[in-house]
């Protein structure tokens, strides 16, 4: 086992992680477009496809800390966080002042400021992931000795334990009857980095261990294979009987059916693809420009009526590949710019067509 068994994983599963959440708001458009057919065939199909790929935005959390560990097991090098204060999070802030002014129901100086405001610091808007991703940075700088004192065998089930009764406060309980509390209940409970606990720490472990997780997880390749219907079989279940009644990645749930797919993506890159194709490249090198900027082609998309001979999954498809496309012709266009990656973020330059070029890449800490 090498980096680069690391490396196409990461490359793997960052891309697919993108593809699921640009595929969630896409598939969001799509059911308010054709809300007058909500019996049919595509309906359904398009509900369950929805919930398959709700492991878009954990799947984020496990990578970044996967890499931090792997490259920086003991602390993080200077200029850690100036660098990420440029390329992430000043993007974080422009794109959410640009969702604010395209979002915003009244328009008025005030009401622009205040959305700008709720979507910075309360993470109103879709891009509220970053918060959640610094907050783990930080934890990484002080849990760093304490993961490191301790095994993965004590560790992780304490943090999956944690993970879930968090998550199961908001998901099985009726907020109290005040507005703040009805307002945490409705997504302020997403930002607070114990909902995510249980991917940082997977993710931890992962990078430190990499080699010896890679083994484990080929010596139960059979299980790993079938883990993932279980899981997801679980949350069809779950919404049958309606015992949580909203569908989102910050279900008790989803930890499992994640944490599965993550397995599986691992497994199938690791065994039995043994090069990424150009278009994963592609799409894992400008996978934060695209989370940045494609619910700004979406929100343009919406302006105009689907044609008549589109149907659900064809106007889903079309919804999908010009979001993505435009979110990665609009990052290379700024990116030639000098000040455009503190803008839509920076596009890493990695490239596919060889596995000696792929080797030769140091492993880098990505979002």
């Given at each position: ?29 799509t ?13 359904l ?22 890499l ?5 097991p003991?602390?993080?090098?200077k ?8 390329y ?20 008025s ?5 205040l ?17 959640i ?6 934890l990484?700088?002080?849990l760093n ?23 199961g ?36 472990y ?87 900027m ?27 590949i010009?979001?993505i ?8 266009i ?34």
């Amino acid at each position: 086992m090498n980096n680069n068994s690391t490396i196409n994983s990461v490359f793997w599963l960052r891309a697919i992680a993108c593809i699921a959440v640009v595929m969630g708001h896409s598939i969001q458009l799509t059911n308010v477009e054709f809300k007058h057919l909500s019996n049919d065939f595509y309906s359904l199909f398009l509900n369950y496809l929805l919930a398959a790929g709700l492991f878009g935005t954990p799947i984020f959390v496990f990578i970044s800390e996967l890499l931090l560990s792997k490259k920086y097991p003991v602390q993080l090098p200077k200029g850690f966080f100036r660098k990420r204060f440029g390329y992430i999070l000043l993007p974080y802030i422009f794109m959410n002042i640009i969702y604010a002014i395209i979002e915003v129901k009244r328009i008025s100086i005030e009401t622009i400021l205040l959305e700008i405001v709720k979507n910075i610091f309360l993470g109103h808007s879709v891009l509220y992931f970053v918060l959640i991703i610094f907050q783990f940075y930080f934890l990484h700088v002080k849990l760093n000795k304490f993961l490191n004192r301790f095994s993965p065998s004590v560790v992780l089930p304490l943090a999956l334990l944690v993970n879930v009764i968090y998550l199961g406060i908001f998901n099985f309980t009726n907020p109290p009857n005040f507005f703040i509390a009805q307002e945490i209940w409705r997504f302020g409970y997403w930002l607070p980095f114990i909902g995510w606990v249980f991917y940082f720490s997977l993710g931890f472990y992962c990078g430190k261990y990499f080699n010896e997780f890679l083994s484990l997880i080929i010596k139960n390749k059979y299980i790993i294979l079938l883990l993932p219907v279980f899981t997801f079989l679980l949350f069809v279940i779950i919404n049958k009987y309606n015992l949580i009644n909203f569908t989102n990645s910050k279900r008790i749930d989803m930890v499992l059916y994640t944490t599965s797919v993550i397995f599986l993506i691992i497994l199938f890159t690791t065994i039995f693809i043994k090069k990424v194709p150009k278009i994963i490249m592609i799409i894992s090198n400008y996978s934060f420009c695209i989370y940045l900027m494609h619910m700004l082609f979406i929100h343009l998309i919406e302006l105009a009526s689907p044609p008549m001979f589109f149907n659900k999954l064809s106007y889903l498809i079309i919804v999908l590949i010009t979001s993505i496309t435009c979110s990665i012709l609009s990052a290379h266009i700024f990116n030639k710019a000098a000040f455009g990656k503190y803008l839509i973020g920076n596009v890493n330059r990695y490239k596919s067509d060889t596995h000696r070029q792929i080797r030769q890449k140091k492993v880098t800490e990505i979002v």
